[in-house]
């Protein structure tokens, strides 16, 4: 079955630490995973994409990614998290159309 | 920098009644989406049009939805007799190509009533 799932509904994190939010599909074939990131009562912004290349992906406003094909895993990471930052996160398999359930990014001043 | 344009931003429904909800793609792109989003929800897939034919659908697709490119420039999703359960935010998108990022515009909100 291909699906994408991100484990955490929810990542608090202090202004300045770094943050994660955790990805991981199931696909066959090669997958194209990408995150996109939702303000409240706003459309969906792109953020990075992963299709073939480099594992460590960087994207906008400073965040990273990491395509991990062992682990079937593609998490989001940003070395030092700003209060702006705290939005929902999706990560989406969009070869197939998937999308995660989505995670509530707070971050803390 | 262009972007995906949708309209209304909000349309309030009576039960059963149809409603068409617009999309401008960006204008060189060639695939157009639509997803929709239940109120704290993940996103799900409708439909992907391409060529001026369906390309994909998912289950959630059924009869009561179509989708149209009337001109060289919107895309519309019609919903021919509304149900309560439709409410939800819809989301169009496009993409030059198909491997390539979706660009979402910002959603209708639709309530049903």
């Known amino acids: 079955a291909q699906s994408v799932a991100q484990p955490e509904d929810q990542v608090n994190v202090a202004e300045g630490n770094p943050l994660t939010v955790k990805c991981t599909y199931s696909v066959s074939g090669n997958p194209y995973l990408f995150w996109y990131v939702q303000y409240p009562n706003r459309g969906l912004q792109f953020l990075l994409k992963?299709?073939?290349?480099?594992?460590l992906v960087k994207g906008s406003y400073g965040f990273e990614a990491e395509f991990n094909k062992s682990q079937t895993s593609f998490h989001l990471k940003k070395p030092s998290a700003l209060v702006s930052d705290s939005a929902l996160y999706f990560c989406a398999l969009l070869n197939k159309f998937y999308f995660g359930s989505g995670t509530k990014l707070n971050v803390k001043p | 920098e262009p972007e995906v344009t949708q309209t209304p931003s909000h349309q309030v429904t009576q039960m059963g009644q149809e409603v068409i909800l617009r999309c401008v793609p960006i204008s060189n792109h060639l695939y157009f989406y639509w997803y929709r989003q239940i109120l704290g929800q993940k996103v799900e897939f409708l439909v992907s049009?391409?060529?001026?034919?369906?390309?994909?659908k998912s289950e959630i697709f059924d009869d009561q939805f179509s989708v149209e490119r009337p001109d060289g420039s919107n895309f519309t999703l019609k919903i021919r007799s509304t149900k309560l359960e439709d409410s939800a935010m819809y989301f169009c998108a496009s993409t030059e190509v198909s491997t390539d990022t979706q660009y979402f515009g910002p959603g209708t909100r639709l309530t049903v009533l």
């Open positions: 992963y299709i073939t290349g480099d594992n």
């Open positions: 049009f391409y060529n001026n034919e369906i390309s994909e």
